[in-house]
Structures are given as C-alpha cells and as structure tokens.
C-alpha cells in the first residue's frame, strides 16, 4: 500500500489561516444578514467587518450570493448538531429540554463574547435558484428532524399533523430568543429557561380550562380598499422574501397593476414597510381590544385572541407581517416597529397576570410566555400549507395547542 504523502507544516498553517479567516468572514456576514438582510449585506461591510478589502473576500467566495447560500448552510449544519445532541435523550420531554438547553447556552457564550451569532433564516425563500432549492431541502430536513423528537415511529396522520405544529412552535420560539433575551442579565439565563420549558411542558392554561375559543369580527384597518389589497399582497411577499427582496415591481406584478399605481398608495418603499407593519399591528392590537371585551374568563379572551389571530394568518385574508421581516429597515424605523411589538408582548403578559391572579390561568411568567404567544402568532404564517391540509379550526386548535396545554399534551387529537 502506498504511504501517504506528510503534510507540511507549513501546508497546516496555511489550511488553518484559510479556514480561520474563512471563519471570520462568516461571522461577519452573518452579522451583516441579521441587521440588514441577505440582500442588503455586502462584500464592503463584511469586508470592513473583518479589516480586508473587497478583493480579499472575494478570494473566499465568488458571488454575494455564494457568500449568503454559505452563511444560511452553516447555520443549518449548526441546528443538525444541536438536534443530534438532544436525540440522544431517551423521552420527547427530555429531548426538548435538552434542545432548549442547547440554545441558551449558545446564545449565552455570545453574550459574553464567546461565539457569534449565526445568519436567521428568514431570507432562504428570497435566495436565486439552484441555492434556493437546496437551502430549502436543508430547511425541509431540519423541521422534519425536529418533528421526530417526538415520533414514536407508529404515528397517524393526525399525530404526525400535531408533531409538526409542535415542532415548528419550538423552532420559531428558539428563534425568536434573541429577539427579546437580551432584557435579562446573564445571570437570569438559566431561570429564563426553566420559566421557557415550563410553558412546553404544561403550557398557559390552568388545570380545567378549555379550548373554546369564540372568532373575534376582525375588520382591516382603514377604509381603502385598494390600499388593503396592495398591503396585503406587498405583507405575502416581504414575508416570504424578505423586505429587500420584495421589490415594487414583484408587488405590482402580484396585483396585475403598474408600479405607478404603487406610489399612489405610498411615497417610498420603506413607507411601505411601516404601513405593513403598522397594518399588522393595529390588528392585532385590535384583536386584542375586541377579545378584553368578550365575556368569560381571562383564558376565554386570551383564547379568542390568539384564534382569531392564526385563523387571519391560516386565510386568504391574511397574513399578518412576521417581526423578522425588520431586518432591512433603517435602524430608526426598526426601533419603532420594535417598541410597538413589545407593546403588543405587553398587553399579552398583563392579560396572562390577570388569568393567573383569577385561576384560569397557569401561573407562568407572565413576560416569558407573552413573547411565546408572539413567536408563535409569528410563525403560524409559514404552517399555511400545513393547515390546508385539514378543517380551518382544526389547524388552529393543533397549532395553538402547542402554547395552550403545552408540546406534550394530546387532548386535542381527541376533541
């Protein structure tokens, strides 16, 4: 057999400082995505970022669009090794635990410097093919490995419905961490966390409450017609493209109109960001507002809420605005979306404190499970086609279930 050939010193520094800087430039641009989009990220700002010129990224990676492609695989690869960890565990219970686990503390050691962030994936759908069709297999794999921390491997079509609800309320609920963690001291981690899996294990209702919700008469916002059918077309395509990637011409085309008819409505593209946004939240607020008023109890209104709110985004009726779509905007604007969502996550928290403080709620944390209840309103727009596949109010109450009695809890295969 023929020896191996020995490989240098030299040849092992020069691999290590190629793939340390290959590194680096990716933490850099996965920076970049998370403030300003895949789209808005460029070879400059990373390049700046890592203290090279343009010229030496482009030694690594060809196109912005490779640069992007790789960003978004490594943060897949990253959710494959988080998965394979928490598989190991013997119960679904100790399987999510451990995942959850596993995210905290990862964003823990970046708070404190330790490791970087990895790119969100809100921005596959807005990436060229062939990238796009093998990000998105990528995606396919990963949701159908977490669904599998729950599969006993004889589950019905009807069980196989409800694990991925669950599924997907844990990946948008570790996704949406970031978002909001940072309100915390380092030290509040670990009780941030047993507060987070308290809520999967048993979830927000008390012991005896049920699921009846009652459908709120939710009427859009404003009195044009023609304005709601271009928001609501211009909030489908942000959603699945990103802010960057839903350019005014693709808007104009999905209503069959001319882009002159797009300044009528609105006087720049950022204006129209902000009229999505603010669309979606004086709907939800609105939502809210009706669901105080109903009679029942404190769960009875929170239930109305949040089912009128994902039967908007399951209809042809909605979707409403993702938060994540705030990657793009110009920071002062994003500032203000922020404060209004949180305004939003607040009203949830109090009405969660007054459930409690009446019985018909668990006593959670207030403030952890509100930003659940937002993670999950959140990510019910991309379960569409998941919820097409059954009766209307029958996706709602799986998906919702997940929150409600928690991501182990199968009263609502029997209801």
């Not at 691999?15 to 340390?20: G, Q």
């Not at 987070?196 to 008390?206: P, V």
Request: glycine residues 6%; charged residues 25%.
């Amino acid at each position: 057999m023929m020896a191996k050939p020995e490989i240098r010193d030299d040849e092992l520094q020069g691999t290590r400082r190629f793939r340390e800087k290959r590194d680096a430039i990716l933490a850099a641009a996965a920076e970049a995505i998370n403030q300003q989009s895949a789209r808005g990220m460029t070879f400059a700002d990373v390049a700046r970022r890592v203290g090279l010129n343009t010229t030496s990224v482009t030694y690594y990676f060809k196109r912005k669009e490779d640069l992007a492609a790789a960003c978004f695989e490594q943060t897949l690869d990253l959710l494959h090794t988080m998965l394979a960890e928490a598989e190991r565990e013997a119960t679904p219970q100790d399987r999510v635990a451990r995942y959850l686990a596993i995210n905290m503390d990862r964003l823990a050691r970046i708070r404190r410097g330790e490791a970087s962030s990895a790119a969100t994936l809100s921005d596959l759908r807005a990436m060229e093919e062939p990238i796009k069709r093998r990000l998105l297999d990528g995606w396919r794999s990963v949701f159908r490995r977490t669904r599998a921390l729950w599969d006993t491997g004889s589950g019905s079509r009807e069980e196989l419905n409800l694990w991925g609800g669950r599924a997907h309320v844990l990946l948008e609920n570790t996704f949406w961490l970031p978002a909001w963690l940072d309100r915390y001291e380092l030290d509040e981690y670990p009780r941030v966390e047993a507060r987070q899996m308290e809520i999967f294990l048993h979830g927000i209702a008390a012991p005896g409450s049920e699921w009846h919700p009652r459908l709120l008469d939710l009427e859009p916002p404003g009195n044009e017609p023609g304005r709601e059918a271009f928001l609501l077309a211009a909030t489908r395509l942000i959603n699945e493209l990103g802010y960057r990637g839903a350019s005014v011409q693709r808007i104009a085309s999905e209503l069959n109109v001319t882009k002159g008819s797009f300044y009528h409505h609105l006087d720049a593209k950022d204006d129209l960001a902000v009229a999505c946004h603010e669309r979606s939240f004086d709907l939800i607020a609105e939502a809210q507002r009706l669901g105080v008023a109903q009679p029942g109890t404190h769960w009875d209104q929170l239930t109305s809420i949040v089912a009128t709110l994902l039967d908007v985004q399951f209809s042809e009726h909605g979707p409403l605005l993702r938060s994540t779509a705030l990657s793009g905007l110009p920071p002062e604007m994003r500032s203000a979306m922020v404060d209004r969502s949180n305004r939003i996550a607040r009203r949830f928290a109090g009405m969660i404190s007054d459930g409690i403080a009446e019985g018909s709620v668990r006593a959670v944390d207030p403030l952890v499970a509100s930003q659940a209840l937002v993670a999950l309103q959140n990510g019910a727009f991309d379960m569409r086609k998941w919820a097409s596949t059954m009766p209307r109010d029958r996706a709602v109450a799986f998906y919702a279930s997940t929150l409600a009695f928690g991501l182990f809890d199968n009263r609502v295969l029997h209801s």
